[in-house]
């Protein structure tokens, strides 16, 4: 007999990083490790310490961001796009670095498969992002955030 939802039971979304083994705990452990990288990077360090006041808010901020992508927590309340979009220095040329560090520190701090799920969410959120930035500034995007307007999604 199907559960129904009562007030005791109420549902909850299951979020694509439990099937790979997630947790809060992982999640704290990459977007530590991460910006522990790239406030080290010659490149993005620079612009993420002007930038980010403070880091423990931040980090705690990246954390929410992240677990509400995969574990559909609903605890991120911000706008990524415009907080990217305005900072006018930013170009599609500094998601190589991003991406390859991240990249990087998945498959440092994770298990293989939630390594890969880490890795192909931060890649259409890198997309996404060079995408808003360009049409934003009315700038062509990046011949790589141009094919995700042509390609179909895959279903995640």
């Not at 490149?43 to 559909?72: Q, Y």
């Not at 390859?100 to 994770?110: N, S």
């Not at 293989?112 to 934003?136: H, N, Y």
């Amino acid at each position: 007999m199907p559960m129904t939802e009562t007030p005791t039971t109420p549902s909850r979304r299951i979020g694509p990083g439990l099937a790979a083994g997630v947790d809060e705990a992982m999640i704290q452990r990459l977007v530590h490790a991460f910006y522990a990288k790239v406030r080290q990077d010659p490149t993005l360090g620079p612009i993420f310490n002007r930038e980010v006041a403070d880091w423990d808010e931040h980090l705690a901020k990246l954390c929410d961001f992240w677990s509400s992508v995969l574990l559909m927590s609903g605890r991120f309340k911000g706008q990524p796009m415009a907080a990217h979009a305005r900072l006018s220095d930013v170009t599609p040329a500094h998601f190589v670095p991003w991406l390859r560090l991240f990249h990087e520190t998945a498959g440092e701090v994770c298990p293989p498969e939630a390594a890969a799920l880490f890795r192909a969410k931060a890649d259409q959120i890198g997309e996404s992002l060079q995408l808003g930035i360009s049409v934003g500034r009315g700038e062509p995007p990046s011949p790589r955030a141009r094919r995700m307007l042509t390609l179909p999604r895959k279903p995640t």
